[in-house]
C-alpha cells in the first residue's frame, strides 16, 4: 500500500481505523506547515517541538471527531491553537509574574554548554524575534508562504501543496514578501540580509 499516493481523507479513514503508518503520513505531510505557525506563536524552537508534539497526541487521542477528512489539516490547526493556549495558562500558573517566553518577545534561551557565548546568544534571540516581528506585520499572503519556506523549512512542492499556488504564484509571494521583509527590518535598523 503506498501511503504517499493517498488523499488525507483516506489517510484520515484509515488512521480512524487505528491504522497508525497512515497516521504516520498525515503527520509527514502537516508537520512543516504545523511547526512553522507553532514557531511563529512561541518563537522558541524547543517550546515549537514541544507544542507539535502534544498537537499530534492530541490529534490523534481526538482523531473519532473528524467527519470530513478533507477539512484535516484545519482541524488540526484549530487542535494546536488549543495547545498553545492552554501551555500559556500552565506557564502562566507556574510563572506566577514571570515573562511568558512563546508568547511574548522576552524569552530567553538557557546557556548551552559549548555552544555561542551567552552575549551571541543573546544578541541571536533579539535579532531572531525582531524578523519574527517584522514577519508577523506583513499581510498573511506574503506571511505564510515566509514562515514555511524560511522557519519551517518546508520545500516548494509541500508550499505549493500546502497553500494550493502555481510555482509561480509562490515564488513571486516569496520573492516580494522577502523584500517588503527586508524593508520593515531596515526600518528597525536591522541589517536586512535576510535570505
Known amino acids: 500500500m503506498d501511503l504517499a499516493s493517498k488523499s488525507d481523507s483516506d489517510l484520515v479513514v484509515a488512521s480512524q481505523r487505528g491504522e497508525r503508518p497512515a497516521f504516520a503520513e498525515l503527520v509527514k505531510r ?5 511547526y512553522a505557525r507553532l514557531y511563529a506563536q ?8 514541544d507544542l507539535l508534539q502534544e498537537t499530534y497526541l492530541v490529534a490523534w487521542k481526538r482523531l473519532s471527531q473528524v467527519t470530513d477528512g478533507a477539512g484535516f489539516r484545519i482541524w488540526l490547526l484549530s487542535i494546536a491553537r488549543s495547545v498553545v493556549i492552554d501551555a500559556a495558562r ?7 509574574g514571570g515573562a511568558l517566553a512563546f508568547l511574548g518577545p522576552d524569552g530567553i534561551d538557557d546557556a548551552r554548554a559549548g555552544g555561542p557565548s551567552p552575549q551571541a546568544d543573546v544578541v541571536a534571540d533579539e535579532t531572531r524575534r525582531q524578523v519574527i516581528e517584522a514577519l508577523a506585520t506583513l499581510p498573511a499572503a506574503y506571511r505564510e508562504p515566509l514562515l514555511l519556506r524560511y522557519i519551517g523549512g518546508a520545500d516548494y512542492e509541500s508550499i505549493l501543496r500546502e497553500l494550493k499556488l502555481t510555482d509561480g504564484q509562490l515564488r513571486g509571494l516569496l520573492h516580494r514578501g522577502m523584500a517588503m521583509l527586508r524593508e520593515r527590518l531596515a526600518e528597525q535598523g536591522i541589517s536586512a540580509d535576510v535570505d
Open 42 to 49: 512561541c518563537r522558541d524552537t524547543s517550546d515549537a517541538e
Open 30 to 34: 502537516t508537520s512543516r506547515i504545523l
Open 90 to 96: 500552565r506557564k502562566r500558573r507556574t510563572k506566577r
